[in-house]
Each structure stands twice: as structure tokens, then as C-alpha cells.
């Protein structure tokens, strides 16, 4: 009666991984329960969610091949933009389409932009890419998407090129806060990236170190038009999700990671800690800390918890 916060299934947002060339799902060692899928897979998996009541899903796509540009991520027939038109064909609107729309999955040096000549991530050429990529899955169907490399310019970018090819209405859910994290370790192995020469992020996404810094990131794209926040991974900046919902009223979002779900899974598969007691502790603070909405990989047993 008297509790503050209460966690139910349209508050989740799936996670997808969808790859190229297989037949099979595929389980990925380092997260427990989820698993690469194939288009048909997911298609099901996301029938599965909806009966429960989780309204969206956003993918992830695995090529078969990777290059310099990153050329599957905006191809039409790219694994992402063939699982957005199966999913658009088999659930329609009952179903929200988010795609992850990035380079990362589909480049062999594993950044996510294109490089200088010097191996320098080019911010600026990079939104070119972006645009192509977006105006990819618009055209197949896409509600959302959700820019997640952190370039600066991209929420603006991505808008302009949806806004000229007749896509107005598509929206974006900006990673607008996206800590260089340790916790995405997990999703790495799921998407098969490694970033060549052992790099890191940092040129790009946040400091953990941070909060003033991510405000302003908050800010520039809410100036350049996203529809929903982001704030990126959760648990850890949890301070940085309540300062974005006292600042803004647009839609806000959470991301519960790879690495804070392998945490919980693999605690849990040692008997340190009850793992679905956690597990339902970690969204409900998430939520409480001001997050309207959660991608989660744990989308599936929490709806069925709460079903
Ligand atoms: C980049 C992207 C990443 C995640 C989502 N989008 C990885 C990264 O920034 O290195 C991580 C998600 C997770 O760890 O669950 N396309």
C-alpha cells in the first residue's frame, strides 16, 4: 500500500541479438539465458515478450562479415534491417522496433565510427554513416532508433536524414549518457567485438568519474531533438539517472547492462546471493532512482515474475 515505486512488465525493454548465417539460436557463454538469435528466433522471443507484457525490444545484429565502414549496418538486406521487417511483418504495432544503431557490431577494427588514416575515431564522418544507417532501418520498418556510439552531432544528424527521406516520424531514444564502462565485457563477446590494438572508448563516451559532463551530453541532445533520454549502464550512475529526471521530462530509459546481469547470473549460479531477489532489487532501484522505462536482459524473467 504504501510503496513508492512499483516495477511492471511495459516499464521493459527487451534486448535482441540477432546474427547472420546461423540456424540455430546460439547461447553466449559469458550471459546466461540469452542467446544470439536467428531472425525467425526472435520473431518468437519477441511474441513471448509481448504476451507478457513488454511492449518493445531493441536489436542488436551480428554479421557475417565486418569491414572498415562498417558497410552491413546500413545494407538492406543487413541482418538488422531483415529482423526489423520480420518482426514489423509478424507483430506490426502491437510490438515497438528499436534498433541499436552503431558501427561497432559491423567494423573489424570493433570502434564505433569510421577511422583517420591515423586510426583516430572521425566524429565527423561518422555521422554521414549514422545518417545512411538510419534512413536503412527507417525504410525497413524501425519505430525507434537509438544511436548509441556517442559522437558528438549525432541525435542532429540522424534527424535531419530521417526528417528528408519522409520519416518524421520515426523517433530517437538517445544513449545520451554512456559511461566508458567495464560493464559492457559481456555484450562484447555477445556481439563478437574486440576493439583493435586492446583500445578503449574513452575518446568517446563518459568519464565514470562524471556527472556535470553527462548533464551537458543530456542537454546538446535534447537541443537536437531526441524523443527519449538514455543514461547508460545503470546501477553505478544512478545518480546520474535522477539528476536527468529532475532536469528534463522527456521519456527516460536505463540501461541494466551485460555486465550487471553476468554479475547477478553468475553470483547467483555460485549460490553467493539469491539471484532473482537481486535481480528484481537492481530494476526497482533503477526505477526508483527515476527511470520511466529499463533495457534489460533480464526483460523476460521479470515480466514473468510479475505476470
Ligand atoms: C555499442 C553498444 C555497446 C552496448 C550497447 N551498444 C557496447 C559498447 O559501447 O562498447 C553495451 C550493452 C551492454 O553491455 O549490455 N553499439
Request: glycine share 8%; net charge negative; with cysteine.
Amino acid at each position: 500500500m504504501v510503496a513508492e515505486t512499483h516495477l511492471t512488465p511495459d516499464d521493459l525493454i527487451a534486448p535482441l541479438f540477432v546474427r547472420e548465417g546461423i540456424d540455430e539460436p546460439h547461447p553466449i557463454g559469458s550471459l546466461p539465458g540469452v542467446v544470439q538469435h536467428t531472425v525467425a528466433s526472435a520473431v518468437r522471443e519477441a511474441g513471448e515478450l509481448r504476451r507478457l507484457g513488454v511492449p518493445a525490444v531493441i536489436l542488436f545484429g551480428v554479421p557475417e562479415r565486418k569491414d572498415a565502414e562498417g558497410t552491413g549496418a546500413s545494407d538492406p538486406d543487413g541482418i538488422v534491417q531483415v529482423a526489423i521487417r520480420a518482426l514489423k511483418d509478424a507483430h506490426g504495432d502491437d510490438l515497438a522496433v528499436i534498433a541499436d544503431l552503431c558501427l561497432d557490431e559491423y567494423t573489424d577494427h570493433g570502434h564505433c565510427g569510421l577511422l583517420t588514416p591515423s586510426g583516430e575515431v572521425d566524429n565527423d564522418a561518422t555521422l554521414d554513416r549514422y545518417a545512411e544507417v538510419a534512413v536503412a532501418q527507417a525504410d525497413a520498418g524501425v519505430d525507434i532508433v537509438a544511436p548509441s556510439g556517442m559522437m558528438d552531432g549525432q541525435v542532429a544528424a540522424i534527424r535531419d536524414a530521417l526528417d528528408e527521406e519522409e520519416f518524421a516520424e520515426v523517433a530517437i531514444l538517445a544513449y545520451a549518457a554512456k559511461y566508458a564502462s567495464a560493464l559492457y565485457g559481456p555484450f562484447r563477446e555477445a556481439v563478437d567485438v574486440e576493439i583493435c590494438g586492446g583500445g578503449d572508448r574513452k575518446g568517446y563516451q563518459q568519464d565514470p568519474a562524471n556527472v556535470r559532463e553527462s548533464l551537458e551530453e543530456v542537454r546538446l541532445d535534447v537541443a537536437e531533438g531526441a524523443d527519449l533520454l538514455m543514461v547508460k549502464p545503470a546501477l553505478a550512475y544512478l545518480d546520474v539517472i535522477a539528476r536527468v529526471r529532475a532536469e528534463h521530462d522527456l521519456p527516460l530509459a536505463a540501461y541494466h547492462v551485460s555486465g550487471e546481469y553476468a554479475m547477478i547470473k553468475a553470483a547467483a549460479a555460485n549460490g553467493w546471493i539469491d539471484g532473482h531477489l537481486v535481480a528484481m532489487e537492481h530494476l526497482t532501484s533503477i526505477k526508483r532512482a527515476g527511470a520511466d522505462l529499463i533495457l534489460t536482459y533480464l526483460a523476460r524473467e521479470a515480466a514473468e515474475a510479475l505476470a
